[in-house]
């Protein structure tokens, strides 16, 4: 059975870190990625990662790290220097289609909530 299973969410204060795990099952992808979504706001790409490269939004460049482990079919997502602004759920994304283009992230973890309050 296909899943995204996210972990590592949390509630911290500005400045701290976390770190996201998205195991997926049941296949394997050429793209997978982070996405977040905001109270009010649509749904936003964070960090993608493919086999031949990775992409930021300019939000997390500098901030965030998005890495994979192949052998265990996992991205992770180490966010650090963490903002207010940063709150929402964050969601893994996966596709087998052109990775560079949110539209075409076709499978979805169920989400993990990040809380950056003082």
């Known amino acids: 059975q296909l899943q995204l299973v996210e972990s590592g969410g949390g509630s911290v204060q500005p400045g701290g870190s976390l770190r996201l795990s998205c195991a997926a099952s049941g296949r394997t992808f050429s793209g997978m990625g982070w996405f977040r979504q905001a109270p009010g706001k649509e749904r936003e790409v964070v960090a993608v990662?493919?086999?031949?490269?990775?992409y930021y939004a300019d939000s997390a460049k500098g901030r965030f790290t998005i890495s994979r482990d192949n052998a265990k079919n996992t991205v992770y997502l180490q966010m650090n220097s963490l903002k207010p602004e940063d709150t929402a759920v964050y969601y893994c994304g996966a596709t087998n289609n052109y990775w560079r283009d949110p539209i075409q992230y076709n499978y979805w973890g169920l989400g993990t909530q990040v809380t950056v309050s003082s």
């Open positions: 990662s493919s086999w031949s490269g990775t």
